[in-house]
């Protein structure tokens, strides 16, 4: 089962549940075979630079982060395409689509644990 944590920006809650795939298993399937994604919900790829959304239904937004999860670049990637290389990448973070334009580049997220708002990035 997947971990499901809460992300925030700022101080504001933007995402309140996510769910954190943090092993080569749950990276591997990481979206593939649901239907879509409904707001406030999305998939933390840790330790991840690249995607793709070869047997996806749905197109989504990919936010890359460095290793301090410090937004570097946002894209709408569409099904059974790749996803940007990213100089620095470290984590990638899967949203609905157009739910990444609320996220500030060059700024962190911060992590927490689901139903929670403590600064806690040890996730």
């Not at 047997?55 to 990637?77: A, G, N, R, W």
């Not at 990444?100 to 929670?116: E, H, M, N, V």
């Amino acid at each position: 089962m997947k971990k499901v944590i809460t992300i925030s920006q700022g101080g504001k809650i933007c995402y309140p549940r996510i769910e954190m795939a943090s092993n080569f298993r749950q990276r591997f399937w990481g979206l593939m075979g649901r239907g879509g994604l409904v707001e406030g919900t999305g998939l933390l790829l840790k330790h991840c630079s690249s995607i793709h959304t070869c047997f996806m239904k749905f197109p989504i937004d990919v936010v890359y982060l460095d290793h301090s999860f410090k937004v570097l670049d946002v894209e709408t990637v569409r099904p059974w395409k790749l996803g940007s290389l990213i100089k620095g990448a470290r984590h990638v973070l899967e949203l609905p689509e157009y739910a990444g334009d609320q996220l500030k580049r060059g700024y962190p997220i911060t992590l927490a644990p689901y139903g929670s708002f403590e600064d806690n990035n040890q996730y």
